[in-house]
């Protein structure tokens, strides 16, 4: 497997910042004695940032890398168990935290990105480390690199990030809160350029999408890229004349672009919904809305989703969200009498109720007598911000 790659600026603190998704009864403490963990090789990359957003931060870096103790094997051996940090999920309150210690939060993109901003509202004094693939975030959690990942799960525009789906099931985090945030897209470009220097824009296809008609109107060519920030980094290293770039007010501020035009999305209500993941579960409450995701699969069968579903319509519960996904190791499935072939699918569902609510137990309970698997991602509170 080739080595994954973060970018980071500072090791990680062995203290953790609370948050409002942290305010929750604590986890018993964890047993650390366990035999030597393996890991894989992982890269590292540790950004130099200066205090002022120069154009020094678009280069200084310093590659880190960790020792490969076999190339065959996927793992190395792990540090001494109680040298680790201890687990971040157990409550605590803000005004707990007086050292000045910083928690460290991973998410996929480069400085600017919606993403990072997205992990700042979550947790506003964490350190926001920008990782180049939603995979590397992932793993950065596992491996005790970072304490927390913010990760885009779905957009009002744009609809569902199917990766993270997979990547949701493929790790074992847990969700532990969810973050909304309003999307607010610009045109930048270098300084001295203007609208009508412009021939093509750069972007996440996504964020292009989501600006369609304003781009055509214009006249000017999209053209894709990995993620809105990257774009404008990308205008700025190279000083393009004749292409701008649609990215936040902050990369433009990051990376010495001046904004042609603001709020230039065809609809205003933009939101992206971001899931936040730890390494340890909170314990769900009812004194606050909580919201329950799950992911199962079913057996073939006239009605076998209608009935799996009902069992939360049953008791009243509101289904938020529910997502379909293809079963990667079964992906086809052949009746009895060999004459039809069926798609095998995973279900990912979000209800608003509680793990702590009875009701919400008797629900999976009962979904259990449908299910061939079934695994709680997280329970954890509402974002309710945007209410």
């Known amino acids: 497997m080739a080595s994954s790659r973060i970018i980071s600026h500072s090791p990680p603190n062995l203290h953790r910042q609370s948050s409002p998704f942290d305010t929750v009864k604590p986890l018993p403490p964890q047993n650390l004695n366990l035999p030597p963990k393996r890991h894989r090789n992982l890269r590292i990359h540790t950004s130099l940032r200066s205090s002022s957003h120069s154009n020094n931060d678009l280069n200084d870096t310093v590659e880190l890398r960790t020792n490969s103790v076999s190339a065959v094997s996927n793992d190395v051996v792990s540090k001494d168990p109680i040298s680790l940090p201890r687990p971040l999920s157990s ?21 600017g990105a919606y993403s990072e901003s997205a992990a700042q509202k979550a947790y506003p004094n964490c350190e926001a480390v920008p990782c180049e693939q939603f995979d590397t975030a ?36 847990h969700i532990v809160g969810e973050v909304k945030y309003a999307v607010h897209h610009c045109l930048m470009a270098n300084p001295g350029v203007k609208l009508e220097n412009l021939k093509r824009v750069l972007s996440h296809p996504q964020a292009l999408a ?37 990215a936040s007010s902050a990369a433009a501020e990051i990376y010495g672009l001046n904004i042609l035009a603001q709020d230039i999305q065809d609809d205003s209500d933009n939101i992206t919904r971001f899931l ?6 909170i314990l769900p409450g009812i004194d606050r809305p909580f919201k329950t995701s799950i992911v199962f699969s079913l057996e073939e069968g006239p009605g076998i989703l209608f009935k799996a579903l009902a069992v939360f319509a049953l008791r ?60 709680v991602l997280g329970s954890y509170p509402m974002d309710i911000s945007m209410t």
């Open 91 to 111: 409550n605590q309150s803000s005004t707990a935290v007086s050292d000045g210690s910083r928690l460290r939060v991973a998410y996929q993109g480069v400085r």
């Open 138 to 173: 992932f793993e950065a959690v596992e491996r005790w690199l970072v304490d927390r990942a913010v990760l885009p799960i779905e957009n009002s525009l744009g609809g569902s990030i199917h990766r993270n789906y997979d990547l949701l099931l493929r790790h074992r985090l």
């Open 210 to 246: 989501q600006c369609e008609n304003t781009l055509t109107g214009w006249g000017l060519v999209r053209e894709a890229v990995d993620d809105t920030a990257g774009a404008a980094k990308h205008v700025a290293l190279n000083n393009l004349q004749d292409a701008g770039a649609v």
């Open 276 to 281: 936040v993941l730890a390494r340890e579960p």
């Open 316 to 375: 009243q519960i509101n289904l938020s969200k529910i997502e379909s996904r293809p079963l990667r190791k079964q992906p086809l499935r052949t009746s009895d009498d060999n004459s039809n072939r069926y798609f095998d699918y995973l279900f990912y569902v979000d209800f608003e109720a509680s793990m702590a609510d009875q009701n919400a137990q008797n629900a999976l309970r009962h979904l259990k007598e449908f299910a061939t698997f079934l695994r």
